[in-house]
């Protein structure tokens, strides 16, 4: 298991920190093929768009499948 901390991130609200998470996904899920949590313990600012873009960006790159089984959310 992979943990991104996304307070190290803040503020989670432009589409350049976005393809910067996006890598580190996209990196460990192809090198490791671990499960990549994204932690979003202890963060103050995270917009919807934010979200919306990581998730889009993503969406491009990895299968729904992948997405699904290697992505897991911790609020």
């Not at 994204?38 to 768009?49: A, G, H, Q, R």
């Not at 990581?54 to 499948?65: A, F, V």
């Not at 992948?66 to 911790?74: F, P």
Request: charged content about 25%.
């Amino acid at each position: 298991m992979v943990i991104i901390n996304l307070k190290e991130f803040e503020p989670l609200n432009s589409h350049q920190v976005g393809i910067k998470i996006k890598n580190l996904i996209l990196k460990n899920i192809s090198d490791n093929q671990e499960i990549i949590v994204l932690n979003f313990k202890e963060v103050d600012i995270c917009t919807d768009s934010f979200i919306q873009q990581l998730t889009i960006i993503l969406s491009k790159e990895i299968t729904y499948n992948v997405y699904k089984k290697g992505l897991n959310l911790r609020i």
